[in-house]
């Protein structure tokens, strides 16, 4: 870079940029000068001043002893990080810190090689000896201790602070009598998450951190996304699970819980169990961040229950088999299906690329039959509009520059559950004053992060999609010029669009205020994004929603630059690899489509084979549609999937309980396998090899950071090549995954130029760790930033696609597609004649809170149950009264509130998200982050309660 | 919480008069109203400015002249700063802690008087000095101190 | 308040017709409450330690009667041929006649919540004629001509700082007024807003022409209600008058100001944390760069002045910046004195006859404040000590040498104290230097924001060292353990607060080091210190 500067470190040269830190000039380049509270990522505090270094610029020496971490670079300057001086002072504020925290071990020269069950040759207690704090080996304060050199004797005198430990809350412990007030947890949790759950209290001696009047983190807005944790460089804030376990080893990987795709350090202990998982800081996608999924969802990876052996029922009852006679029995029963007929294959969300790539070409040439999907794949629509308008099936742009957006509109879903790590860069987007639009009936947590909440009447959202568009055309907010040279021609779209009438958008139940406002601030804007997911929104319409927020962007002219563009919110950890590699319906890999001849001469030339003619290709909705009507006979299900028994599949277990064989290959007995002929044992993503794309088309490696140990759980890719060797079918071996890449590449054009190779070519060193220079807990395992490669990647030359169509479309043009806009009507039911819409509640006026301290935690608060003043007198109840909310399967009571913004017909309320973690807390489920409730509508009525 | 307290929370939050309207200043017309901050008002004040509830309460531990319990009848103070420490603070204060039949600054069982120390009541040269329900007296003795300690506590007693 | 009540119930008993005002300070606090009587025709006569009974039978043989109460008067204002019997001119008085007054020139003389009052005494003059005669630039140019240096502390030439900020293009840009003044034993600031706001808002309105800003905050601490009200009631006031808002003047300048309160935080007057607390939050320091002229109040370029400041400004503006720099003491560069013009408003507090607030001019010696205007140590005692320019500023011997220093910025620098804010704190030979050094340092750990390492367990531990040297249990060792946590404090802080907060140790070592031996060795204490030490904190540990 041209404009890069020079500075010197204690000697070192360094190669900056003009505005950088000092401090963050040395972290990027490996260079350790000791610091406390800044924190990479975050924004620099000055307060501990422990990065006091002497500075040397044009001008002379810099007065005083600047901190470095707010100390501006600039070219030539000279910095003298170890002077005597400069170490005098450090080690005065260090005495003084010492002098407020356990400080036993901290000046004993025998920490190096003491150990726990050592005896103490200074009598120091347990409490304080930093051999039994949760933190020891990755505990910068002792680590800047031992660099400092401290004497052993302080002339100051200790004393504990004596602060109850916080152990009531779900997943972690607070010990504020370790706290060093750097205040890197509360930063973090204002400035990176936007959350503020916690807080600086008090001042001068007693400045501390806590919560609102000392609550429980459930109760101040804590998300559970462990940020605190993995910033604060003492032993104040633990994971509790495995809290006293140290790592012995360490594996970056991918969280599969969800597509975002976060990088993942897991620290394995020395009995090879993963005891912590820590986010990657320097990760394109997560840039160190997680959520409380990928943060401490990792109990089911060392559960008890997880299932060792493979199982065949024999005589009704599921009994431990060896592999060979399982895959035998499964390949026997597999053997009449090749031909194509009766047979279909649903794999998981969470298969590697490598390994959908395996099963589909088994399920092509080796058993004849195109009935192929993920069980992820229970939105197709989410992508598909997309396709047909821009081209890919993917997010156009990658989720770090939502953060740079102008504008950002989010769509029907709940992703800061569901997708949580996206959320991040919004709320700070929000936080920073960009303008954020969200259209959703429910209450989620990013509507009180909104500028603008839009919340339609259920089943309006294409119209009011089609009024938002009419606005923007009758505004004259159209990029007129390069849609003439860009779009294809949309005559029927401005047709339709005249059909919205005054009339029609009111039935939106949106006000027209509210539509013109929205279609100024998404249209006016630079470079807006939208984040969709399709949650709610009836089946009839949810392609026609997708195509309308295409047209929007393209209306706008908001695709193909950074910041702009669509993120389409899929369902699993790995549905993008899925749809690329061909793993869905109607596609071969590539995504090429099946029924296309040249597409698949194609494919046939790279196999070497001829494919079977093209015959009907289902995927996992109509294949258990098909198994119920008994068109399907014998079917393979991979993976733990919730859709099969959470509603999205209808009642997917009835179906598969019609098949005459059911083989399922599960890491648990989840209720697929419970009914299942045979069952295999499934290992995890810790244990294997691959790799995954995420949401924004990144491919990233995962890599096994456990050893499989009394256990005989594989892959699947290991059982599509036993069963392809059984039946006889050639060119289907999972030994080497590097070879699976490049057979991918080699027919997949997306991917052509991927390869494990490049994939670790261009991962860069970062920097070195060493006890020299101790690291925030984060950066400890950071010694490489890996990228990844975003297709499309045609070559091996072809950079890495952050941002999709910045020169122009595929097909040339962007073809819009003409929704006939209107509204659907979910189907009333006598019993049932309103709509509940669940909401996310942080903060709740008027509420009584009742926190029992004990095992878990129990909250008990007033619900309030927000009605549209017209419904509540309707349904003759009156403002205050206690209600019952009744739906098919629930009956929750709260207080009726009558609130105007409440679209009439539905039923709005507060849901406390510490329900859900205290749910996750008490959940006998062994896994469950993967059931976590979505906030589903639901039909409903309101009575009143304890009306004489 | 009783509706009228809320409301005159509501009020305080609601009706400010000047137009730079934040987190403290609300806290302060909160203060003002009712001489307290309850749960209910950081709720209200974060509500209304857009921020959470513990970003209230860090505001609101900041400055010690938030208190979180209700008000006492009386509010006692006596100035500790160096003018008044000079002119003898200790002894007044050793005398207000003995009227008050207190050991340290707090309020009194009863909840008929707060003491409070302050590290300067801004009006040194008349000192020591103390504040009885906000009005300043100078020139204090311990002897006066106990005098008007003594009227305060009467009229609280027969109200 | 009980006089003002006592004076009303007493006009109306006697049916006298009479119009009751409050005017702000005259300063002569000793004396106060003050009540003045002005007859038709007759002098204004002031009365001293007016109670509600005094201020009954002055009502009722002064007011009604015609006859002054010469035993109860302290002098009388007005042409010296009107003098009363027996009652002096107050501008004899020892406090008053060596004053010099540009900023209180109206203190005590107009009511301070009437701008008409203010006017009618040539107020808005200066901004009149800066708005209409005047560039921004040229108003600035006759500030820095002035030589008007800070009175919040650091005295940094107020023109030049203003230059910072008129540089600064962006077009939203603040004027900040502190009058936090936590400093104890000052109460000037609050005592110009108590008796005069008119003159700073007039002032902070020329600052805001002068660098192109748009907005002002006054700063005052919560709870100082006269300040607040009055400061108050003339921004409304200007409003109406077309003296802030649009087109101040028809001149197409236009400058809003308001009043913004801060909870008990002494570290809310540093001038980022001053920043912090306007936007609402925890009062704690920034660290700088970016400094406020670039970056300040709400992101916004800004300029910070303490209320003396800004209430010279309108007199420098009417009467021109070399009339100003003609008063004060000389620069001497070559032994680092730049010169200090205008005057000094001190504010006296302690053991001294006559304690409260006067402005004279720089260049005068503490000789002539403390014994000739203030009346010396009463009781026949000895002066020995002076606590000048608030905690962080210095404790100082009253020795001749010092008591011989001239009024002046640098020359107080130089004598290891600080003019600072022009409060002193006057100790008569009864007070030990080691226990006022100890509450010192108990003021600035209660008073520590507690964001930066060094000054928050500073200040601690300092406190802990101190209490134990006063409770005759310190040992040898302490003295250089003071030294190591004050000079890495002093080195390592972020704010003034930590970096100056060792002076009252560093300056009591430098002046009265003997009595700190006496009680670590001799264990024994050198003036009338408590048994046990009383001392406030604020700490964990
Ligand atoms: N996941 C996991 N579980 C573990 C362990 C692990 O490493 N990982 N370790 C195990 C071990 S070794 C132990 S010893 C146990 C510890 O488990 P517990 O015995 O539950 O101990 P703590 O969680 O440390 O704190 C218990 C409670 O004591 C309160 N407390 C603290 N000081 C006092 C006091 O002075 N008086 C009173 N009345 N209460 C006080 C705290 O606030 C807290 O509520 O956990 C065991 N469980
Ligand atoms: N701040 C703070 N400190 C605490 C506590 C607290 O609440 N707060 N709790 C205290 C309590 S109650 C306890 S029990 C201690 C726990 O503190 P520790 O005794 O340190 O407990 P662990 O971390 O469980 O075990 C330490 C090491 O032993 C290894 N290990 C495990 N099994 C074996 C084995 O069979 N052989 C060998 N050689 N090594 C093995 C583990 O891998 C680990 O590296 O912490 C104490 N320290
Ligand atoms: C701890 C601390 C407290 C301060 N308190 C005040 C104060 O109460 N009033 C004040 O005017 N300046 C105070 N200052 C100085 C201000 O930071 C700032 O320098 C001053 O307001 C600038 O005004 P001036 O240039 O007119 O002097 C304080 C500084 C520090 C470090
Ligand atoms: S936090 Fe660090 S220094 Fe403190 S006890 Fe734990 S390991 Fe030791
Ligand atoms: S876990 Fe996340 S949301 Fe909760 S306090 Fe920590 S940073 Fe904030
Ligand atoms: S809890 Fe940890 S991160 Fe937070 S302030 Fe304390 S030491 Fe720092
Ligand atoms: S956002 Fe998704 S990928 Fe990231 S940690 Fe959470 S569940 Fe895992
Ligand atoms: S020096 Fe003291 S007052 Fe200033 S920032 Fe540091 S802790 Fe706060
Ligand atoms: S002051 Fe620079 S890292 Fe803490
Ligand atoms: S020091 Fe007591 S009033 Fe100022
Ligand atoms: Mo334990």
């Known amino acids: 870079m ?237 994971e509790r699970e495995n809290k006293w376990e140290k790592a012995a080893t360490v594996q970056r990987t991918i969280c599969t819980h969800c597509p975002v795709g976060c990088q993942m350090n897991l620290e394995i202990n020395e009995q090879g169990r993963v005891i912590r998982a820590i986010p990657e800081l ?337 995927g996992v909705a109509d294949m258990l549609s098909a198994a119920a009507s008994g068109d399907i006979r014998t079917m393979l299900v991979v993976g733990d999937s919730p859709n099969f028994t959470n509603g999205l599949l209808g009642d997917g277990l009835a179906a598969l309980e019609q098949l005459d064989f059911l083989v399922t290959m599960d890491t648990f007995l989840t209720p697929p396998a419970q009914i299942a002929d045979v069952v295999l044992p499934r290992v995890t993503f810790a244990e294997k090899d691959g790799t995954f794309t995420n949401l924004e088309r990144r491919i990233q490696r995962i890599r096994p950071a456990l050893s499989v140990k009394n256990n005989d759980a594989m892959a699947e890719g290991w059982v599509f090549a036993q069963l392809a060797q059984r039946l006889g079918i050639d060119g289907i071996s999972y030994e080497d995954p590097a070879a699976l890449m490049d057979e991918i590449a080699s027919v997949t054009q997306l991917y052509g130029g991927v390869s494990y190779d490049r994939l670790a070519r261009e991962s860069s060193l970062v920097m070195q760790t060493g006890v020299e220079s101790p690291r925030p807990t984060q950066l400890l395992y950071t010694s490489r930033e890996e990228r990844g490669i975003q297709w499309p990647c045609p070559t091996a030359n072809s950079p890495t696609s952050p941002v999709l169509y910045s020169d122009g479309f595929p097909n ?43 095992d878990l935690n129990k909250i008990i608060r007033e619900e309030e149950v927000q009605l549209n003043p017209d419904d509540a007198a309707g349904w003759n109840l009156s403002d205050g009264e206690p209600v019952a909310v009744v739906t098919a399967t629930n009956h929750i009571t709260g207080i009726a509130r009558a609130n105007e913004s409440v679209p009439r017909g539905v039923v709005a309320m507060t849901t406390l998200f510490g329900e859900l973690a205290f749910e996750l807390q008490t959940s006998e489920d062994v896994n469950p982050m993967a059931r976590v409730p979505g906030l589903q509508i639901e039909p409903c009525r309101v009575e009143p309660l304890g009306r004489a | 919480m009783d509706a009228a307290t809320q409301s005159l929370i509501s009020d305080a939050v609601n009706s400010q008069p000047q137009s730079t309207v934040t987190v403290l200043s609300s806290l302060l017309a909160v203060e003002d109203a009712i001489g307290y901050i309850p749960k209910e008002a950081v709720e209200a004040v974060a509500l209304q400015m857009d921020a959470t509830i513990n970003d209230v309460w860090a505001v609101a531990t900041f400055y010690p002249n938030f208190r979180f319990v209700p008000p006492t009848e009386h509010r006692i103070e006596v100035c500790w700063g160096p003018s008044c420490h000079v002119m003898g603070a200790d002894r007044i204060i050793a005398a207000a802690q003995d009227s008050l039949s207190l050991s340290d600054e707090g309020d009194t069982p009863d909840g008929k008087a707060t003491l409070r120390y302050n590290t300067c009541l801004g009006a040194c040269a008349h000192a020591p000095v103390m504040a009885i329900d906000h009005h300043l007296a100078g020139r204090i003795t311990p002897e006066s101190a106990r005098e008007k300690i003594a009227d305060v506590l009467r009229s609280a007693a027969s109200h | 308040m009980e006089v003002v009540a006592a004076t009303k119930r007493a006009l109306e008993e006697r049916q006298v017709v009479a119009n009751v005002s409050e005017v702000g300070t005259l300063g002569l606090c000793f004396a106060e409450p003050l009540m003045d009587v002005q007859t038709p025709g007759g002098p204004r006569i002031f009365y001293r330690n007016v109670t509600p009974e005094l201020a009954d039978s002055i009502v009722e043989r002064h007011v009604a009667g015609g006859n002054p109460l010469s035993e109860h008067a302290i002098g009388y204002l007005g042409h010296r041929s009107l003098a009363p019997d ?123 022409y002068a660098c192109n800003a748009n907005r002002g905050y006054i700063f005052i601490r919560h709870g100082h209600n ?119 408003i001190l504010c006296l507090s302690g053991d001294i006859t006559y304690t409260g607030l006067m402005e004279v001019p720089l260049g005068m010696t503490l000789r002539n404040v403390l014994f000739d205007m203030a009346g010396g140590v009463p009781n026949g005692k000895r002066m020995k000590l002076l606590q000048t320019g608030g905690p962080l500023g210095g404790v100082l011997s009253a020795s001749d040498a010092n008591l011989d220093l001239v009024l002046d910025f640098d020359v107080f620098r130089a004598a290891g104290a600080i003019l600072g804010s022009g409060g002193i704190i006057v100790c008569d030979e009864d007070t030990c230097a080691v226990d006022l050094t100890r509450n010192l340092i108990a003021f600035c750990q209660y008073e520590s924001c507690g964001k930066c390492f060094p000054c928050r367990m500073g200040m601690s531990h300092l406190l802990e060292v101190l209490e134990r040297i006063s409770n005759l249990e310190g040992t040898e060792e302490d003295l250089a353990l003071m030294r190591n946590i004050g000079e890495n404090m002093q080195a390592g802080s972020l704010c003034g607060h930590g970096q100056l907060g060792f002076n009252p140790v560093s300056s009591a070592l430098r002046y009265f080091g003997d009595e700190f031996e006496a009680h670590i060795l001799d264990k024994r204490h050198t003036g009338d210190c408590p048994e046990q030490v009383f001392s406030p904190k604020l700490t964990r540990r």
């Open chain 1, 2 to 238: 041209p404009d890069d500067i020079t500075i010197s470190i204690d000697g070192v040269e360094i190669r900056t940029q003009p505005g950088k830190m000092v401090l963050e000039a040395a972290i990027d380049a490996g260079v350790y000068v000791p610091y406390l509270c800044y924190h990479s990522g975050m924004k620099p505090y000055a307060a501990c001043r422990m990065c006091v270094v002497v500075a040397e610029n044009e001008r002379g020496r810099v007065p005083g002893f600047p901190a470095a971490c707010t100390l501006a670079a600039t070219d030539g300057m000279t910095i003298w990080s170890e002077t005597p001086d400069v170490n005098e002072l450090r080690r005065s504020v260090m005495q003084m810190l010492i002098a407020e925290h356990p400080n036993g071990c901290l000046t004993c020269h025998r920490v190096e090689i003491c150990g726990p069950s050592d005896v103490c040759l200074r009598h120091v207690s347990v409490n304080d000896r930093c051999v039994t704090c949760p933190k020891n080996e990755r505990c910068e304060f002792k680590d800047t201790v031992r660099y400092l050199g401290m004497e052993l004797e302080s002339p100051m005198t200790y004393s504990y602070r004596e602060i109850p430990l916080e152990v009531s809350d779900p997943f972690y412990d607070r010990d504020y009598n370790l706290c060093i007030t750097c205040g890197r947890c509360v930063r973090a949790c204002e400035e990176v998450r936007g959350d503020s759950a916690i807080c600086f209290t008090e001042r001068s001696g007693k400045a501390l951190v806590g919560t609102s009047f000392g609550t429980s983190l459930l109760e101040s807005g804590c998300e559970f996304c462990g940020a605190c944790i993995d910033v604060c460089p003492v032993g104040a804030l633990t």
């Open chain 1, 812 to 854: 040339g043009k962007a073809e819009p597609g003409a929704p006939r806009f209107r509204v659907i009507d979910w189907e009333s039911e006598p019993r049932y004649p309103a709509l509940l819409a669940p909401g996310r509640v942080l903060l709740q006026q008027e509420r009584d809170t009742d926190i029992e301290y004990g």
């Open chain 3, 86 to 208: 027996g009652i002096p001119h107050l501008d004899d008085h020892p406090m008053r006649s060596m004053e010099q007054r540009i900023a209180l020139r109206n203190a005590g003389n107009i009511d301070p919540s009437d701008l008409y009052q203010y006017i009618a005494n040539g107020g808005y003059a200066a901004l009149n004629k800066a708005l209409t005669q005047m560039s921004p630039d040229e108003t600035r140019q006759e500030v820095l001509t002035s030589g008007l240096r800070g009175r919040g502390g650091a005295a940094f030439p107020a023109g030049v700082k203003w230059g910072f900020l008129a540089g600064n293009p962006d077009p939203n840009k603040y004027i900040l007024c502190n009058c936090e003044e936590g400093d104890p034993g000052a109460f000037n600031d609050r005592g110009i807003l108590e008796s005069d706001p008119a003159t700073v808002v007039e002032g902070i309105t020329i600052a805001g």
């Open chain 1, 282 to 618: 320097n990760s394109p996608a997560n840039q160190g961040q997680a959520c409380y999924k990928g943060k401490f969802g990792l109990s089911h990876l060392t559960s008890g229950q997880r299932l060792r052996r493979p199982l065949i029922r024999r005589n009704g009852i599921l009994e431990p088999a060896t592999w060979d006679e399982a895959l035998d029995l499964v390949a026997e029963r597999l053997r009449p299906h090749q031909s194509g007929a009766g047979f279909g294959i649903i794999t998981a969300a969470d298969s590697t690329n490598e390994e959908f790539y395996l099963a589909q070409k088994f399920a092509h040439i080796g058993m004849g039959t195109h009935n192929l999907d993920h069980s992820g794949n229970v939105q197709p629509d989410l992508t598909r509009g997309l396709e047909d308008v821009f081209g890919y099936p993917g997010a156009t742009n990658s989720i770090r520059e939502l953060k740079k957006s102008d504008c950002i509109l989010v769509f029907n879903s709940n992703l800061t559950e569901s997708h949580n790590v996206v959320g991040v860069p919004i709320k700070q987007a929000a936080r920073d004053g960009t303008p954020l639009v969200v259209i959703d009936t429910r209450e989620v947590e990013l509507t009180r992060y909104a500028n603008l909440w839009l919340r339609p009447i259920p089943g309006a959202e294409l119209l009011l999609l089609g009024a938002i568009l009419k606005t923007v055309l009758d505004e004259g907010l159209v990029d007129a010029d390069w849609m003439a040279e860009n779009v294809e021609d949309h005559d029927t779209l401005l047709y339709e669009l005249e059909l919205i009438d005054e009339a029609a958008m009111a039935s939106t139940g949106v006000s027209r205020d509210d539509i013109v406002q929205a279609a100024r601030l998404y249209a006016t804007a630079n470079n807006a994004a939208v984040v969709y997911g399709l949650d709610n929104v009836p089946a009839a319409i949810t392609r026609d929603c997708v195509v309308a927020l295409c047209n929007l962007a393209l209306f706008t002219r908001n695709v193909g630059q950074p910041g702009g563009g669509l993120f389409p919110m899929r369902q699993g950890a790995n549905t993008q690899g899925a749809t690329d590699i061909g793993c869905i319906p109607n596609r071969l890999p590539g995504g090429g489509p099946l029924f296309d001849d040249e597409n698949r001469a194609r494919v046939e030339e790279v196999w070497g084979v001829s494919l079977p003619p093209p015959q009907q290709s289902m």
């Open chain 3, 226 to 344: 006269q300040p607040i009200d009055r400061t108050r009631a003339v921004i409304e006031q200007a409003y109406e008058l077309g003296l802030l808002g649009e087109n101040i003047l028809g001149s197409g300048f236009s400058f809003d100001v308001e009043v913004a309160l801060t909870g008990d935080s002494y570290v809310s007057g540093e001038e980022t944390a001053l920043m912090e607390a306007i936007e609402g939050k925890r009062s704690m320091p920034r660290y700088r760069p970016p400094f406020p002229a670039q970056v300040g109040v709400f992101g916004k370029p800004s300029n910070i002045n303490n209320v003396k400041t800004l209430a010279y400004v309108p007199e420098i503006v009417a009467r021109g910046g070399e009339w100003f720099a003609s008063i004060g003491t000389p620069a001497d560069r070559d032994n680092g004195i730049n010169g200090s013009s205008g005057t000094a």
